[in-house]
């Protein structure tokens, strides 16, 4: 081949190669850098009164998400006590009994669920929850998470339980275990690492969602009593601050974005970290 | 390793009891117009000083969203700056009383490079920059009443509200009045179908758009200018003459509505007669059922009615809104009662 | 109750009602119904959210019934509700959030897959990952007070003065827009073209790799005429994941796109999806048709989520019988 060609082809080599590695470089850098910025802003505007006060009136300079903070954590726990054991029956359904075709419909379903829009989700909890009892309240905020948590679980427990090697199941019904023995003495606490961090990740994704409670929790500007009632929670104060005209709020917007963003991070590494390792002194 | 989710688990399940309030609170939930937002959440927080057991849990999601949750019965009251027309009333399964709580105005708020004044806006300037037809700042519509300002030759931005809004409703049926061509285009209500612009949600929204965007128009309530330091315009009245929003203009805009007030306290004050009257004034009223099978939260509503009409005025003028007329405030009183 | 454990396993369970309780007494039964009922559970609030979805719209497709794709109206006063700028602000801004992510995504994969040194890769990939779960609030949030104003000071008269001759690029530029929340979206799902495209590219066997080089292939054709065509199909798969997320994206976008139900050629105007005018006006949606209106936009979105998984899914399993060879 004549060497312009040659020298083209490995210009070319060279050009390209450095565009991948300028596209890595650019993605990390923009990505760290709008997250710095909300570090930085909302490191700068946090303060005692923002974990401790309630709102204030309109226009007033002042006050804190504290019943926000409260409202994402019952939420949560609502959506945990919703959705957590659904997804963690399924998922042990799929790996220790299922059947072929009803198996693979659960597996298509779920899929499809994890899919839905979170805004879609919202409308059918609304319809579901708040239209028959007439009134917005915490449960039906936590419906509409606990719903999103099932795909997650279910898929992450059925992944570790498939995971735990089959010399242990067959260890113990040697013993003499029936199945159902087998899997709750046994498996399921052989997979039980990886399917708590399914679970908290699963409740770490469903912490920052928006959309489905606008029209479920609603929101509140006080305490929100037991589960009944209209409940803040950080993401909604958070985008309701955030399209306001008052520096003020803009101030607690990025505080209540950098507590959330820690919050899910933290979740998100936590979990990871121990997934790796766990996994890696697993392997047998 | 399940140690962790029982941990966490039992954390939030604490967070279930925080909060928990002693049987005797009564809550109300309301939700309902922007644009008496700062009033509303102000009086809401003075009256859940002077009286704990009482929370008043007011969204400010705009007046379409006021109408339409108390139509589903999802709060217990609502509020909205476009009264309910009586095609929404008859829709409603339970009777709906209106009662007008404060006045205020929409105002075209701006952010004009450049300018710093106050500018003046036609009748015709207004229906047609939110037509369309108008599109640059230095159009001779809005030049010629504006002598020695130099308006530069940008854009103007358009924005207008994205959510159901009596602000709205406020706005447009100005713009019918003003327009013929508005009223057969567009029409007026809580929400239309704009020709132009962007949409913000609530006042809020709007004036975040208005004070980010160079070249922007948009139209709030005066007290969101206020505070927020954004520069509003003056508008022709019907008179003719171009009046600032202002506590004596708005109150002269009321001022006439007393006589000819119905029973229902439903009425547009836009574009009233008079030479100091501002002409895009209105009435703003709280939607309260008629019956209120629960007795604790009726007598909370109605003690806080009183409240609002007496004591609560005295903070209007603070925010910028003006106080209602003495004889619509006595007829009020009377409504009361009719809350059953 | 028997506590003794026993397993039937040479004998064949015996038939008949006694040989039933026996079996349930063994638990085994109970815990296969009992898990299949939860089971069962996540089918039935599948269907359970269709049916309120269908069931809600009712009103809407009565009225409009198919011109309702068509119709670029949507006017609560006259009661005239269309689909159409909706769709269009889902597609336009999801394929804008596309054009950007895919080629940076891909390219960021490669280099991480094919050239970093495997800590360097993993780790970046890992923090890549984490990026992958930051909540959309918290990108809107961004993309309002980092974007809006970049691309209102910067990028937009950028782009109009190179390229401002395209149709897609004229018109007045407000800061907010199609074009933003396009560019909001792609930062969005970039971490999920880059995570999955990465994986897949590793998975390919080196012996491809080193064939091509062995006959002469310099470093780029081998990647990009060997090893990519080779995971083609996971790397579909990436891109069809972030399509999806992105047409159900709801607050970042409500957040940057200006909320005008318009259709425009430009890029710069404002425009609207269906999540986000769900978001905006569901609350108040004065009037069952009007409400019904917004549920049928819901049952839209959620029927395009609803082929677009299922072409993927096809996708996967076409390749995965026919071997992932190229």
């Not at chain 1, 059947?99 to 609304?126: C, E, Q, W």
């Not at chain 1, 339980?161 to 242990?168: T, Y």
């Not at chain 2, 008496?36 to 999601?61: A, R």
Request: hydrophobic letters at 50%.
């Amino acid at each position: 081949m004549n060497s312009f060609r040659l020298h083209w082809r490995k210009s070319l080599n060279l050009v390209m190669l450095t565009l991948t590695g300028v596209a890595a470089f650019a993605v990390v850098s923009v990505l760290f850098l709008i997250l710095g910025y909300l570090v930085y802003n909302g490191g700068k505007s946090l303060n005692w009164d923002f974990f401790t006060k309630l709102p204030k009136p309109v226009g007033e300079t002042g006050g804190g998400m504290a019943n926000a903070i409260i409202g994402s954590l019952k939420l949560l726990f609502l959506a945990a006590l919703m959705g957590l054991p659904i997804g963690l029956m399924a998922g042990v359904y799929l790996a220790e009994f299922g059947g072929k075709t009803f198996s693979f419909i659960i597996r298509y379903t779920t899929d499809l669920l994890n899919g839905v829009p979170s805004i879609v989700i919202g409308i059918f909890a609304y319809s579901l929850v708040v239209l028959p009892v007439k009134h917005f309240s915490a449960l039906a905020g936590g419906v509409a998470l606990g719903v999103m948590v099932i795909p997650i679980t279910v898929r992450s427990t059925e992944e570790f339980l498939r995971a735990v090697p089959g010399s242990m199941r067959e260890g113990a019904m040697a013993l003499g275990a029936s199945k159902w023995r087998t899997i709750a003495t046994v498996v399921l606490p052989a997979a039980s690492g990886g399917i708590v961090t399914g679970m908290l990740l699963s409740l770490a994704r469903v912490a920052g969602e928006t959309a489905p409670l606008l029209f479920t929790a609603f929101s509140n500007r006080y305490w929100s009593p037991g589960w009944e009632q209209p409940v803040a929670s950080l993401p909604v104060m958070i985008y309701t601050y955030a399209i306001a005209p008052y520096d003020d709020w803009h101030r607690q917007a990025w505080a209540a974005g950098l507590i959330l963003l820690g919050l899910v991070l933290v979740a998100n590494l936590g979990c990871r970290l121990v997934l790796s390792r766990w996994g890696a002194s697993r392997s047998a | 390793m399940k140690r962790p989710l029982l941990l966490a688990l039992l954390f939030l399940g604490l967070a279930f009891t925080i909060g928990a309030e002693p049987d005797s609170t009564i809550l109300l939930n309301a939700a309902g117009a922007t644009f008496p937002y700062p009033i509303y959440s102000k009086w809401f927080d003075v009256y859940h000083m002077q009286h704990p057991d009482i929370q008043i849990n007011y969204q400010s999601i705009g007046s379409g969203g006021g109408i339409r949750q108390l139509m589903e019965g999802t709060v217990d009251f609502g509020a909205s700056d476009g009264p309910m027309t009586d095609e929404q009333l008859s829709q409603a399964k339970f009777k709906v009383l209106h009662f007008p709580t404060v006045l205020g105005a929409d105002v075209p708020t701006y952010n004009v490079p450049g300018v710093a004044t106050d500018l003046n806006f036609t009748q015709k300037a207004l229906s047609g920059i939110y037509l369309g037809q108008i599109t640059k700042w230095n159009d001779p519509e809005i030049t010629k009443a504006n002598p020695g300002v130099k308006l530069p030759s940008d854009d103007i931005v358009v924005i207008h509200r994205s959510d159901g809004s009596g602000t709205t409703y406020i706005w447009t049926d100005f713009l019918a009045k003003a327009s013929g061509e508005w009223k057969a285009k567009v029409g007026m209500g809580t929400s239309v179908n704009w020709p132009v612009g962007l949409g913000g949600k609530g006042n809020e929204g709007v004036s975040g758009l208005v004070k980010q965007t160079p070249g922007a128009i948009g139209y709030i309530e005066l007290i969101y200018a206020v505070q927020n330091n954004i520069s509003y315009g003056k508008v022709q009245n019907a008179s003719g003459k171009f009046v600032k929003a202002d506590l004596a203009g708005i109150t002269a805009a009321g001022a006439g509505a007393a006589k000819d007030m119905p029973d229902d306290f439903r009425v547009s004050i836009t574009n009233a007669p008079g030479a100091t009257a501002y002409p895009v004034s209105s009435f703003t009223w709280l939607l309260i059922p008629a019956r209120i099978k629960d007795a604790a939260k009726r007598d909370a509503i109605k003690a806080f009615l009183k409240w609002m009409l007496a004591d609560g005025q005295g903070f209007n003028e603070g925010l910028s809104y003006a106080k209602l007329p003495q004889p619509i405030i006595a007829r009020e009183m009377k409504a009361i009662s009719l809350i059953q | 109750m028997s506590t003794a454990a026993t397993i039937d396993r040479a004998v064949p369970p015996p038939a008949g009602p006694r040989a039933f309780i026996a079996r349930l007494r063994h638990g085994d039964e109970v815990a296969h119904v009992l898990t299949l009922i939860f089971a069962a559970v996540i089918l039935l609030l599948t269907s359970l959210l269709v049916f309120e979805l269908w069931i809600n719209s009712q009103l809407s497709r009565a009225k409009f019934g198919w011109m309702f794709f068509w119709t670029k109206v949507w006017d609560p006063i006259f009661g005239n509700f269309g689909a159409l700028p909706f769709i269009y602000g889902t597609l336009v801004t999801s394929v804008v959030s596309l054009v950007i992510a895919v080629p940076l995504g891909l390219a960021a994969a490669i280099f991480l897959a094919e050239l970093a040194p495997r800590k360097l890769s993993d780790s970046i990939a890992f923090l890549i990952d984490l990026l992958a779960a930051v909540p959309s609030v918290i990108y809107g949030l961004l993309g309002i007070f980092v974007v809006v104003p970049i691309m209102r000071t910067t990028i937009g008269p950028f782009v109009k003065r190179t390229l401002g001759f395209l149709p897609i690029f004229q018109g007045p530029n407000y800061g907010v827009g199609f074009l933003t929340a396009g560019i909001v979206l792609a930062i969005m799902v970039v971490p999920f073209i880059i995570s999955v495209s990465r994986e897949v590219l590793l998975t390919v066997p080196r012996e491809q790799r080193e064939a091509a080089l062995a006959l002469g292939a310099t470093r780029w054709e081998s990647t990009w005429q060997v090893v990519v065509p080779w995971a083609r199909t996971g790397i579909f798969g990436s891109i069809f994941l972030a399509l999806a997320r992105a047409l159900g994206e709801t607050m970042a976008v409500t957040m940057v796109i200006g909320n005008d139900p318009k259709i425009s050629a430009s890029l710069f105007a404002p425009g609207y999806t269906i999540a986000a005018v769900i978001a905006n006006e569901f609350t108040e949606a004065t009037g069952n048709l009007y409400l019904s209106a917004l549920i049928e936009l819901g049952l839209v979105l959620f029927l395009m989520t609803f082929i677009l998984n299922g072409l993927a899914r096809i996708l996967i399993v076409a390749t995965e019988r026919g071997g992932g060879h190229p």
